[in-house]
């Protein structure tokens, strides 16, 4: 996973240094390594972390650890093995301060420790309640002078089991199609978006290509002007 994440760093890298908004589709939520180590190396950067949980598990607050995938906002904060954490000598990839997570459900198990690193946060019900106001919240957190850019992270298991099954922890509770391309449209607009990556959809729970087809549609739309 150490050496993917530096492959992965050096393909996003060279994509930013075009001036290319960097779409990254498919795998797990431990494909963040990569493109936070790529912008890490070239400066101060945020991300916005879309999720049904906060994969915020770290050794300090649960008495299993060692799947990235459920502790990637943990890594790229610095909280983790250091093969993982410190690639080049450049831990943390993102400060606490540059972070915000949004779309973790109401049983949310680490949102204490979410909390006490000062990581703003939006459950999945507050984003539903009004997703323009959770996106404004997140800009005006992360557009800010001292910042270079941020990246956006999804796992589409931020949307509810009954639209999108096909992921390996669905869970009710979370964000329809239209909440999520009303929260994402403004985010990925922003001058400050350099890029973007999806994971956890599973096409193997998805055989006729429903899931994928309506994933797709929402993505599209949030990314068109």
């Known amino acids: 996973m150490a050496s993917y994440s530096v492959r992965l760093a050096d393909r996003v890298g060279a994509l930013v240094d075009e001036g290319k908004f960097v779409v990254l589709l498919g795998g797990e939520c431990s494909n963040l390594l990569g493109p936070a180590l790529a912008l890490r190396r070239r400066g101060r950067y945020g991300v916005v972390y ?3 949980h906060s994969d915020f598990r770290t050794v300090d607050n649960d008495a299993y650890v060692g799947a990235a995938g459920g502790e990637a906002l943990a890594l790229v904060t610095g909280r983790g093995q250091d093969d993982l954490t410190d690639l080049e000598g450049l831990k943390p990839y993102v400060r606490d301060t540059d972070a ?3 779309g973790y459900r109401e049983d949310e198990a680490y949102l204490d420790s979410l909390k006490a690193a000062g990581i703003p946060d939006w459950s999945a019900l507050t984003v539903i309640d009004n997703p323009s106001a959770a ?4 800009l005006q957190h992360l557009e800010r002078d001292d910042l270079d850019g ?3 992270h999804l796992d589409v298991d931020i ?3 009954e639209v999108m099954p096909a992921v390996d922890s669905p869970d009710p509770g979370g964000l329809q199609h239209e909440h999520l391309r009303e929260l994402l449209k403004p985010i990925l607009a922003s001058p400050k978006c350099v890029g973007f990556d999806i994971g956890i959809f599973d096409p193997d729970l998805d055989p006729d290509g429903r899931y994928a087809a309506e994933l797709t549609d929402t ?6 002007d």
């Open 50 to 52: 879309l999720d049904g």
């Open 100 to 102: 915000v997570m949004l």
């Open 159 to 161: 949307l509810d089991a």
């Open 219 to 224: 993505l599209v739309a949030a990314l068109t």
């Open 135 to 138: 996106a404004t919240g997140v």
């Open 150 to 152: 941020f990246w956006v």
